[in-house]
């Protein structure tokens, strides 16, 4: 039977020429391939330490070359060094998203970018009433405006495409809050819905955008909460595991997000928080 063109022209775009192939009349997808990145160039902003590094790691455990971007490119170097070590692609370079001119000439050379993943967030803990404009201004200007900058900048290239996968890392707190956590909070909410309306432009040009909002991990963001132990624990005792998640534990929505696993998810908060959203108060009845 005669396979009509149009027909699998849309099979190969759908599948990125990679996991479709055609037999008789069907198209049939290579499952094996679901998470296969080869050939696939990401930037992982954040790439020196916690969940930045995981979602590097991860990306290139599966195929992809990484460019690993940090403010701390002697951290991003030990990570490039640790992926090759074990025979993955990577290369460290210095990369701050406060710096908007930085920004855009980094991109202007990465005009084959298939993946961002961008991860770096700063927290101020303080209640709304006693936090300053320049405290105001420092959380945004990191969280809400330099993840601005990522994706717009990756969607242009991306868009030029027609395909590419934006992951941008929110959090739970673009949801739920607590005291002391109201600039932050905003940020992560306003991460979500810069990425959905991304998501909506530049859907209909191939590209995905998608946010992740994790709950607790170990990180050097939250190592001053880890080191109260009463706040640590109540932190744990919240998530229906029971426990603080490891940054690698983040990897896998990375992973997916960013492969043909996910070729049909755009403009979605994909929760990786042990349950934390899903259990209501913070007292267990008698049953």
Same mark, same amino acid.
């Given at each position: 039977?005669?396979?009509?063109?149009?027909?699998? &022209?849309?099979?190969?775009?759908?599948?990125?020429? &990679?996991?479709?192939?055609?037999?008789?009349?069907?198209?049939?997808?290579?499952?094996?391939?679901?998470?296969? *990145?080869?050939?696939?160039?990401?930037?992982?902003?954040?790439?020196?330490? /916690?969940?930045?590094?995981?979602?590097?790691?991860?990306?290139?455990?599966?195929?992809?070359?990484?460019?690993?971007?940090? *403010?701390?490119?002697?951290?991003? &170097?030990? =990570?490039?060094?640790?992926?090759?070590?074990?025979?993955?692609?990577?290369?460290?370079?210095?990369?701050?998203?406060?710096?908007? %001119?930085?920004?855009?000439?980094?991109?202007?050379?990465?005009? %084959?970018? %298939?993946?961002?993943?961008?991860?770096?967030? #700063?927290?101020?803990?303080?209640?709304?009433?006693?936090?300053?404009?320049?405290?105001?201004?420092?959380? *945004?200007?990191?969280?809400?405006?330099?993840?601005?900058?990522?994706?717009?900048?990756?969607?242009?290239?991306?868009?030029? $495409?027609? @395909?590419?996968?934006?992951?941008?890392?929110?959090?739970?707190?673009?949801?739920? =809050?607590?005291?002391? &956590? /109201?600039?932050?909070?905003?940020?992560?909410?306003?991460?979500?819905?810069?990425? $959905?309306?991304?998501?909506?432009?530049?859907?209909?040009?191939?590209?995905?955008?998608?946010?992740?909002?994790?709950? =607790?991990?170990?990180?050097?963001?939250?190592?001053?909460?880890?080191?109260? @132990?009463?706040?640590?624990?109540?932190?744990?005792? @919240?998530?229906?595991?029971?426990?603080?998640?490891?940054?690698?534990?983040?990897? /896998?929505?990375?992973?997916?997000?960013?492969?043909?696993?996910?070729?049909?998810?755009?403009?979605?908060?994909? #929760?990786?928080?042990?349950?934390?959203?899903?259990?209501?108060?913070?007292?267990?009845?008698?049953?």
């Amino acid at each position: 039977m005669r396979v009509d063109p149009a027909q699998k &022209q849309a099979w190969e775009r759908t599948s990125n020429s &990679q996991n479709v192939f055609l037999k008789g009349s069907s198209a049939l997808f290579d499952y094996k391939k679901l998470f296969d *990145l080869t050939g696939k160039k990401a930037l992982v902003v954040g790439a020196g330490s /916690g969940i930045g590094e995981a979602a590097a790691l991860g990306l290139a455990a599966h195929g992809a070359h990484v460019l690993l971007g940090d *403010l701390n490119i002697e951290a991003a &170097q030990k =990570v490039a060094d640790t992926i090759k070590s074990t025979g993955g692609s990577a290369e460290a370079i210095p990369f701050d998203m406060r710096d908007g %001119d930085a920004v855009k000439k980094i991109f202007e050379g990465l005009t %084959d970018l %298939d993946v961002l993943v961008s991860t770096p967030a #700063i927290n101020v803990r303080k209640e709304l009433l006693n936090m300053s404009e320049e405290e105001f201004d420092r959380v *945004l200007t990191l969280n809400l405006k330099g993840t601005f900058r990522l994706i717009t900048a990756a969607g242009r290239n991306m868009k030029a $495409r027609g @395909k590419g996968s934006i992951i941008a890392f929110a959090s739970i707190r673009a949801l739920t =809050v607590e005291p002391g &956590q /109201g600039v932050y909070a905003a940020t992560k909410a306003g991460v979500l819905q810069m990425c $959905r309306t991304l998501a909506a432009e530049l859907g209909p040009h191939g590209v995905r955008v998608n946010a992740i909002g994790p709950g =607790v991990v170990d990180t050097p963001l939250t190592a001053p909460i880890a080191a109260n @132990k009463d706040w640590y624990g109540a932190y744990a005792a @919240k998530s229906a595991l029971g426990r603080w998640a490891k940054p690698h534990e983040m990897a /896998g929505a990375v992973v997916y997000l960013a492969s043909d696993a996910g070729s049909f998810a755009t403009g979605t908060l994909t #929760i990786v928080d042990g349950g934390w959203t899903a259990v209501d108060g913070r007292f267990t009845p008698p049953l």
